[in-house]
């Protein structure tokens, strides 16, 4: 029964389509439709375009809305625990104590003159023998090395020796002392060992072969002069991109650009940056240097005083077109910074200047390339590239696009869009004409753009044109920007200019 | 008999003709004309009516020959923009089928009637807008600036009817009838929502969607998300299902001497579904305005395949499962006939359907001429929207108890099908026993009965 009601239904349908079934047999089906489609709807501000362009950058605005590109270099970095471990590595390792009062002095190699060292870990142990025939009381004490303001002392028993066989040894190097916040604060630059080895009745004895060890020691304070020391930056280069992969021709010219170091140091002793090497490197090959008197004379960094033991002190260094080359350099189309900088410790060798180091202390020099977009344009071209795929619309025989821009940005766009083969040749391009002018805002008298211009271009692209389209597999936009329209004035980009881009087509598909 | 023949074949090989059984309605005596109105008597005291079928497909305003064009090497060419400049704002797609299948009337008295039966009917129809055709064929270039409706309407529903119904004479000239029908559907497809605009803007054509559309479907025909939001043909599990409905059909017919009246109302009724119900719907505001490149930093590469993906995301097509109801169409006669002679009768009638919230009226004329007690012929003429070209025939043959009965609405369909844009064909098969006289002329004399 559900057969006998399907086949009546079906029966019912082929009935009605059975004429139907005839259009199976036509030999031609011509159609030809013209569809309206938009394409591209976007709003690019100033921002979005150069985060897109410019990877390596940042955006800041200022406190009157211009923007401003921010190129960062490597950042020169040290800590004080590493200078503070070649301290620790100066310290003897085993001192021996020829005397019931012996002073050791505490000197350390590299001209350093320790006034106080805290330990924040290590070990210290002892071993000495008794080679009297009578048993000993010891008590040692080492009045320079202080556990809480108290100076470390050992007390202890060593049997009578006979005179024959093994000597009465003691020692506590199965456990050692933890040196962890122990200090060392030297008595004119000594350091005392004493100690009391006294009979069962009461004569004072001197003990044999006692020495002292002090294993793996690491230090979290010195105060003092801790010597004329360099640590190298290496060579280091800050990528300016704005100019690099897209870039083809022409000039921009930034109004005030600048370029910073950015000091923070912790370290409480005086630190310069030693400049060895500060040039730019332009799209045209060239490597010009950085001139001006700081490059010779280093940059002194600020440091905490002995009173403000954990804090920081910060500062900044400009160059600007006062006191260096730097704004004829970054208006000469640059690719890279390029610098080799060192830092140095007590630089000026003065050691009558204590100062101290913790192992939290540390240093950190930024280098920080500012471009603000306050300038000129000067036939600036920029080339990119997309993939391109016309998909499904292999078979559109005529097509016409339209283009709508709306610019808020005080900048000229001069922009062509070419087709190009596997091989990046060209095979056509969108605008027959060299370029399509997208012209700029209309600005004020300090180059700030008031109103939005509209521009508005019909595109046809007819028939004989297209297999170029079919063939692309590649887009290339070329963008000439200018700011000619501002008649010499520097034009201002701030963030809330933008320009919308509109693309639709009416693309016409006939059968073949 | 010959004739009979040759209409029969060429009504089934040419779909044949008749809008909406205008001419079976003026078939004296014959079994099917009270379907058309059920106070309609037969001519025999029992009545069995075997298996016989109904169809009638129209595409309005459209022909084989619009739609295909002959080029002059002989090929054929589809000419979608020829039937385009010939549609009208509606256009109607429709085929609807009835298939009786076994019923039995029995004739009470003088004047009265008893039956019941069964007959399997579906019914498919959509409506397309010129618009739409022109927007999918054509493409939305020639609407920039314009707002356009783009929403079809679907209907289809095939059931069961489960049939009782009487007759009964009042006085001596009015009759009176009625059929109350059980319905169970075995399938539906109905768009009961059917808003949709596309407004393309003269800016860079940007598309604007504005919908307010629901597909209801159950039974034979879903709607597939996954295979690219088509509709999927389902099988059919179950002959009967949850999905019942009531209807009734009323008719009356006055007996003026050489005059008749008559009026009836057929199918009005409802079905409700609920087996396997999936309502889609598509509900809100959608526009694209092209790809934002703004959005897309990792975009590094143009492929405007993209861009009809971005089209497809428009839909957010929701899916439910709530029951529904769907009317049946509604069919109104009013007709009278003037019995010239005895043989030759005379019919009017006035038409309509109420179908999808329009009315489709129709009018006709028709004359009838019993040749003999064994055969009969008519014609009829009607005109419809659009459509006023509709000759159609209609013949019964008697041999003993068996009745054949074959009608058409438009003869043209049999000579030019590729000229027509209707076609419609009744055939049916009656056993009918016991003749029962004219009342007029029994009025005159002694009644006689021939069982045949």
Redesign the interface.
Known sequence: ??SF??F??L???C?????LD??Q????????????????????SIQ?IL??ADESSSLSIDENGLLHLIYEGDVLTNQGLSVLQDVANDLPSIIPVLSDDFAIPFTIPNQIDIDQLTFSSGELSYAVQNRNPEPVNVQVTLPQLLREDTALTYTFSLPAYSGSGAIPTATNQNSPTTLSGVQIIPQDDTVYVKYEAVTPDGQMVALSNFVLRINNPTLSYAQGYLGQNEYAGGSNRVEIDFFDQSYIDGTVRFAEPTVRFLIENSFGIPTRAVIHDFAVTTVAGERLPVTGDIIDTGIDFPFPPLTAVGESRTSAFTFDQDNSNIVDLLSSNPLALEYDIDVRTHPDGNSSEKGFLTDESSYSVRLEVDLPLSGQVDQFVLRDT????????QELSEAEF?L?ADNGIPIDADVQIYFLDEQNQRLDSLFTADLQRINAAQMNADGVSTTTVTTERILPYPPERLDALRQAVT?GLQVRLSTASSTGNNVQIYQNQDITI?????IR?QSE | MRLFLILCLLSISLHSSAQYDLGVHFMRGIWQANYTNPALLPDQRIILSLPGVQNQFSFENVTYNDLVNRQPDGSTALDIDGVIDQLETDNFIRNDLDIPTLGLALRIGDGGLIQAGHRLRAGISTNISRDLLALMWRGNAQFIGQEIAIGPDLFGQAYHEFYAGGAFTVGDFVTLGGRVKVLNGIGSVESSRTEATLFTSDDIYQSTITADYQLNTTGFASFDENSGNNFMLQDIDHLFTRNFGFGIDLGVSANLGPITLRASVLDLGTITWRDNVENQAINGTFTYEGIDVADQPALDSINLDNVVDSLDAFFDVTTTNARFTTSLPTRIFLSGTYQITQGLQLGGLLYGEVFRDRVFPALAVSANWTVSPLFSLGGVYSARRNSYANVGVHTALRLGPVQLVAATDNLLTVFRPDDSATAHLRLGLNLAFGRVEDRTKQSDSNREEDFF
């Open positions: 029964m559900r009601t399907t009546v239904l029966f019912g349908l009935f009605a389509c059975e004429e005839q259009l047999d036509i030999d031609d089906i011509n159609y030809d439709a013209e569809f309206a489609i938009p394409l591209i709807n976007s709003t690019l979005d985060d897109d997309t993939g391109f795929d016309l998909g499904e619309l339209k709508i887009l509109r693309l639709g087509a009416i598909v």
